[in-house]
């Protein structure tokens, strides 16, 4: 069983940055890794995945060149630097693992994922 705890979460104005930290029980703690959000009244969405060898990025268009995931397998952590945060990117994030490849035309399917964390409230003010 893998664990996920997530860190790193808070208030910001908006245009501002935090960075957000999952760490995991286990150095394999899947081969597809990523954050997810969600807003009040509305599904959860995925905003970015990388796999286990971090070769493969997949990010939702609404954060691209804006929110970055990395890791750091010596820590067991996974990461998502988020810059020019925008009103609309307020939700509760989550990190989630899974032990299958996510593909191009699955990668936000939040059913598919086998772990998640607790989760981090996320607040930009305009």
């Known amino acids: 069983q893998v664990q996920l705890v997530e860190s790193g979460g808070g208030s910001v104005q908006a245009g501002g940055s935090l960075r957000l930290s999952c760490a995991a029980s286990t150095y394999t703690y899947g081969i597809c890794a990523g954050w997810f959000r969600q807003a009040p009244g509305k599904e959860r969405e995925g905003v970015a995945v990388i796999d286990d060898h971090g070769r493969n990025i997949v990010y939702a268009d609404s954060v691209k060149g804006r929110l970055t995931i990395s890791q750091d397998k010596a820590k067991n952590t996974l990461y998502l630097q988020m810059n020019s945060l925008k009103p609309e990117d307020t939700a509760v994030y989550y990190c989630?693992?899974?032990?299958?490849?996510?593909?191009?035309?699955?990668?936000?399917?939040?059913?598919?994922?086998?772990?998640w964390g607790q989760g981090t409230q996320v607040t930009v003010s305009s």
């Open positions: 989630a693992a899974r032990s299958s490849y996510c593909a191009a035309n699955n990668w936000s399917r939040a059913v598919l994922f086998d772990y």
